[in-house]
C-alpha cells in the first residue's frame, strides 16, 4: 500500500492518528444491541457485515465474505494470508480518497459507526493462551532479584521459555480488574490468606495466531509469520507475593491467571511491514539459535514499535491530573522474535488453532525509563513519586494502567494500536 495515501474519512488523515488508512486493524464491537466484526479508520469503524449485505465486498472469494458476518475474527484468522490480503486490498479501495467514487463513498458512509458510539468485544473466542519470557532484559533485572551473581538460567539463550496461561479470564480493555486473594508467606510465620499486597502490570505484546497446524506437525520458522493474524497489546497482571510462594517448582499460576486484559484491535503484519528492522544483536559469546530457531529474515524479523505504560490513580482522576507516564520501550529489544515462538511452539507437534494467543512476556529495554511492570522499577529505583505525591511500590485500588503502542518515523504514517486499558477494583468478598 502507497504510504502517502489518504482516506475521504477526515479524522484517518490527522497527525497522531492511530488509525490512518495504512493501518485498518480488525475488532469486535457491540452497537445497537448488535455484535460485528470492523475495521478501524480514524475514529470511525467500518461496519463488515453490513458491507458484506450491501455488496460492497463483490469480488471476494465467498469464504471471506461469510467470515466478515460472523460475531467473532476466528473464521477469518482461519484463511490465511492470501484472503487476508485480498480483503485488505478491497477495504483500502472503499475508503481511499483517490480511489473510491463519490457514489461508493455514499454507500460507506452509511456503514460507519462512531468509535465513541460502540462497545468493543474481545476479538476472538481463544482457545489457548500462552506466555513467553521473551525480554532478556526482564529476564535479567527479575533474575538479579534472586541471583545476583546468575541473573539467567541457563536455558535462557537456548530456548524460548513460556507457560500456558488460563483463557478464560481474559478481559478485553475498558474491564475492571479485581485485585485477587490468595497465599502468601511473610518472611516468618506460617502462610496467610488474603488479598495481594503486590499487584503489578505487565506490558506485554500479544500475537494472534491465523491458521494452525495439524497434531503432530510443525510450522518451519520460514513460515511462522504466515500464521500470524495479527498483532495487540496485552497487560498480564500479577500477584508478586502469591507469585513468590507458589512458583516454585512448577511456575506461574494463580498469581497471574485471574485477568489478563488485552486491547481490542488487531493490527495486520502487512501495516508494520514499513517499520520491520533486525532482530536485537546478540551479545558477543551468546549462542546462535538452533538451525529450526534461525531464521533467513533475520534482518527485518523484529518491529520497531514503541511502548508506553501509564498510570491513572483515583486522586488523579478526581484533581483532574493528567496521567503519569511510568516508562517507555520497545518490541525491537526482545531476545527472541515473533517468528521463533510460534516455530518453537509447535516444534513437537503442539496444534496451534486460529485465535489462540500468544504473548512475548514483559518486554523492558536496557535503558532505565524502559522497564516492563512496578517489580523493575521499584525493585532498583524505590517507590515511585506519582504526579501529585503518592508512592507506589505496587498498585493500589482506583489505579488505572494504560499501555499503548505505535510505530512512526519521518516520511511515514503513524500505525497505532490504541489502548489497552484496566482499572483495580477492591479484593472480593472473603472466602
Not at 513460556?162 to 485485585?179: D, K, L
Not at 502468601?184 to 496467610?192: E, I, N, Q, R, Y
Not at 506519582?386 to 504514517?413: C, N, S, V, W
Request: aromatic residues 6%.
Amino acid at each position: 500500500m502507497a504510504l502517502s495515501k489518504r482516506s475521504w474519512v477526515a479524522s484517518a488523515n490527522d497527525a497522531g492518528c492511530d488509525f490512518p488508512i495504512q493501518n485498518l486493524p480488525y475488532g469486535v464491537f457491540r452497537h445497537e444491541e448488535r455484535t460485528r466484526i470492523g475495521v478501524a479508520i480514524g475514529d470511525r469503524i467500518l461496519d463488515l457485515r453490513s458491507c458484506a449485505r450491501e455488496g460492497l465486498l463483490a469480488g471476494l472469494a465467498e469464504e471471506v465474505v461469510a467470515a466478515c458476518g460472523a460475531d467473532l475474527l476466528n473464521p477469518l484468522m482461519s484463511l490465511g494470508p492470501a484472503a487476508w490480503r485480498a480483503l485488505r486490498d478491497r477495504i483500502t479501495e472503499l475508503l481511499d480518497a483517490e480511489d473510491s467514487s463519490k457514489g461508493t463513498r455514499d454507500r460507506v458512509e452509511k456503514l460507519l459507526v462512531l468509535m465513541n458510539d460502540a462497545v468493543m468485544q474481545l476479538p476472538a473466542q481463544i482457545g489457548d493462551y500462552t506466555d513467553f519470557y521473551a525480554s532478556i532484559h526482564h529476564a535479567t533485572r527479575v533474575g538479579k532479584l534472586f541471583r545476583p551473581d546468575n541473573p539467567l538460567l541457563p536455558n535462557y539463550k537456548h530456548v524460548p521459555i513460556g507457560y500456558h496461561g488460563r483463557a478464560s479470564s481474559i478481559v478485553v480493555s475498558g474491564q475492571e480488574i479485581r485485585r485477587p486473594r490468595g497465599q502468601t508467606k511473610p518472611p516468618a510465620g506460617d502462610p496467610l490468606f488474603g488479598p495481594t499486597k503486590s499487584l503489578d502490570y505487565e506490558l506485554e505484546v500479544g500475537v494472534f495466531v491465523g491458521p494452525g497446524n495439524a497434531l503432530g506437525s510443525s510450522i518451519p520458522i520460514s513460515e511462522a509469520e504466515q500464521h500470524i493474524f495479527g498483532l495487540c497489546l496485552v497487560n498480564d497482571w500479577s500477584a508478586r507475593d502469591i507469585q513468590a510462594w507458589e512458583y516454585q517448582p512448577l511456575g506461574p499460576f494463580l498469581a497471574k491467571n485471574f485477568a489478563t486484559t488485552v486491547s481490542p484491535w488487531i493490527v495486520p503484519l502487512e501495516a508494520l511491514a514499513p517499520y520491520r528492522v533486525p532482530v536485537a544483536e546478540r551479545a558477543a559469546g551468546d549462542p546462535a539459535p538452533l538451525a529450526y530457531l534461525l531464521s533467513p529474515s533475520s534482518d527485518k524479523d523484529g518491529i520497531d514499535l514503541t511502548l508506553d505504560v501509564d498510570l491513572e490513580s483515583r486522586h488523579m482522576r478526581q484533581t483532574g491530573m493528567a496521567p503519569m507516564r511510568l516508562s517507555t520501550g520497545n518490541l525491537r529489544e526482545l531476545y527472541w522474535s515473533i517468528a521463533q515462538l510460534i516455530t518453537h511452539h509447535a516444534s513437537n507437534g503442539c496444534n496451534l488453532r486460529p485465535g489462540d494467543l500468544f504473548a512475548t512476556g514483559t518486554i523492558s529495554g536496557a535503558a532505565t525509563g524502559s522497564e516492563g511492570c512496578l517489580l523493575e522499577k521499584t525493585r532498583a529505583q524505590g517507590p515511585i513519586t506519582l504526579t501529585g505525591g503518592e508512592l507506589r511500590t505496587f498498585l493500589e485500588d482506583g489505579d488505572q494502567i494504560t499501555l499503548r503502542a505505535y510505530a512512526h518515523k519521518a516520511g511515514l504514517p503513524r500505525i497505532g494500536f490504541g489502548e489497552c486499558t484496566g482499572t483495580i477494583a477492591a479484593a472480593g468478598a472473603v472466602l
